[in-house]
Nanobody, 124 residues
Framework: QVQLVESGGGLVQAGGSLRLSCAASGRTFSNHVMGWFRQAPAKEREFVAAISWSGSKTYYADSVKGRFTISRDNAKNTVYLQMNSLKPEDTAVYYC?????????????????WGQGNQVTVSS
């Protein structure tokens, strides 16, 4: 497993931007698919975005496609989530996660390592 620590959340107005970072410990970071999930109050945790170990393949939920961008820097053991054109419905705790493998589409059950979560609040 890898240890994950997120940073970069906060409060932003609708239409604004934030960038989340997730620093991973361990030498096997580059072997992992990395993902971002989020959970709003009284809602289930949902998939946001994921990126393959090489960065060549990315996956996005329809709700964030075109607004969010996931990227990774394997030399820095870090994955990023750039969030633009934020909406109040993006308000949630955002979690970074790592998986050794996924099937056709990322699912929370595929990810064995999770960060502590980082609050993102978008005001209207």
């Amino acid at each position: 497993q890898v240890q994950l620590v997120e940073s970069g959340g906060g409060l932003v107005q609708a239409g604004g931007s934030l960038r989340l970072s997730c620093a991973a410990s361990g030498r096997t970071f580059s072997n992992h698919v990395m993902g971002w999930f989020r959970q709003a109050p009284a809602k289930e945790r949902e998939f946001v975005a994921a990126i393959s170990w090489s960065g060549s393949k990315t996956y996005y939920a329809d709700s964030v496609k075109g607004r969010f961008t996931i990227s990774r820097d394997n030399a820095k053991n870090t994955v990023y989530l750039q969030m633009n054109s934020l909406k109040p419905e993006d308000t949630a705790v955002y979690y970074c996660a790592a998986a050794t493998a996924i099937n056709m589409w990322p699912r929370a059950a595929d990810f064995g390592s999770w960060g502590q979560g980082n609050q993102v609040t978008v005001s209207s």
